[in-house]
Nanobody, 126 residues
Framework: QVQLVESGGGLVQPGGSLRLSCAVSGNSASSYALSWFRQAPGKEQEFVGAIRRPNGATYYADSLRGRFTMSRDSAKNTFYLQMNSLKPEDTAVYYC???????????????????WGQGTQVTVSS
């Protein structure tokens, strides 16, 4: 059974940076996408970014491209979301999720994901 555990959230001032981690265990799929979604209070959950395995392709929400970057440490089986130049509107609970056998058209669709972490709170405020 795959498990995803997020960490690294917290309180940061506007303009600051945070790096979120998603530790993956029990994953037996060789073709998958590991993605980040976020949900702000009173808003729908939205796609943030994804890394596709095994080819390493990355995908980002257009509005976040250039500020957010995904990476992976294969030795630790951990995925990261580096968030820079944070804004108050980035405040949300951030979730990592896995999609098996992804195709490009499904990566941004949260309904296609079969495993989710518990979420980590990110608050951007002065």
């Amino acid at each position: 059974q795959v498990q995803l555990v997020e960490s690294g959230g917290g309180l940061v001032q506007p303009g600051g940076s945070l790096r979120l981690s998603c530790a993956v265990s029990g994953n037996s799929a060789s073709s998958y996408a590991l993605s980040w979604f976020r949900q702000a209070p009173g808003k729908e959950q939205e796609f943030v970014g994804a890394i596709r395995r095994p080819n390493g392709a990355t995908y980002y929400a257009d509005s976040l491209r250039g500020r957010f970057t995904m990476s992976r440490d294969s030795a630790k089986n951990t995925f990261y979301l580096q968030m820079n130049s944070l804004k108050p509107e980035d405040t949300a609970v951030y979730y990592c999720a896995r999609l098996v056998n992804p195709i490009t058209s499904t990566i941004r669709n949260r309904d296609r994901y079969d495993a989710w972490g518990q979420g980590t709170q990110v608050t951007v405020s002065s």
